[in-house]
């Protein structure tokens, strides 16, 4: 099927494992989950409202860093969307920051359903320490990665191709799917849905050879 992010509902809010929703389709089937990665200001909650096609559904907040809690939507009654809390920013009480990581790591790795990760970055910076770490956790957990560069409508067109290079050749991660993304300027909505669409065909392929073997 292909998923065009439409009645978007807002689910809960979880720290823990056992509070994660275990959401199940119309057929009674367990959702898949996609889940949306990124630095505290790099604009997660406005590209999932515009990504939605809603206004305020997913919370935006003028202070970087106090969503520190993941948050999980439905879209198109069959597919769940977790929203994850952003990391690096440096107001955010020590205390707090040291919980993120644990409950990063335990969403990553006993998540089952998750088969997707959209990592947004910042056209505009270039990958630090904690997107190090990030990247690392993505690959570690085996699970498809799709770069989303945020904010390109802040850089010409000629610095977009010269800032992707820095970014890639600093992430250094080969084969990496990516797609320019710009809320103020409505770009990329369409391109990452593409993307997000192949992501689920390519897997379920994959998990057909898996079970003729089998």
């Not at 969307?81 to 020590?94: C, S, W």
């Not at 993120?100 to 270039?126: A, C, H, S």
């Amino acid at each position: 099927m292909k998923y065009k992010f439409k009645n978007p509902v807002f689910i809960k809010t979880a720290m823990k494992e056992e509070d994660y929703p275990s959401l199940k389709d119309k057929s009674g089937n367990p959702m898949v989950e996609i889940a949306v990665a990124g630095r505290s200001n790099v604009g997660k909650s406005s590209l999932l409202n515009h990504l939605f096609q809603t206004k305020h559904l997913v919370k935006t907040s003028s202070t970087p860093g106090k969503t520190q809690a993941l948050n999980f939507f439905t879209v198109d009654d069959s597919l769940s969307v977790a929203d994850l809390p952003g990391y690096g920013y440096a107001k955010v009480p020590v205390n707090i920051r040291k919980k993120w990581g644990p409950m990063i790591q335990t969403y990553f790795e006993k998540r089952n359903v998750l088969e997707l990760v959209l990592f947004l970055f910042d056209i505009r910076r270039i990958p630090n320490e904690d997107d190090l770490k990030m990247m690392e956790w993505l690959i570690h957990s085996e699970k498809s990665v799709i770069m989303v560069l945020t904010k390109v409508d802040k850089v010409k067109a000629n610095e977009r191709k010269a800032n992707l290079a820095k970014i890639l050749s600093v992430l250094n991660v080969e084969n990496l799917q990516y797609t320019n993304y710009s809320v103020t300027k409505n770009i990329g909505r369409k391109e990452l849905l593409s993307l997000i669409n192949e992501a689920f065909d390519e897997a379920f392929q994959n998990n057909l050879k898996e079970e003729d073997h089998g």
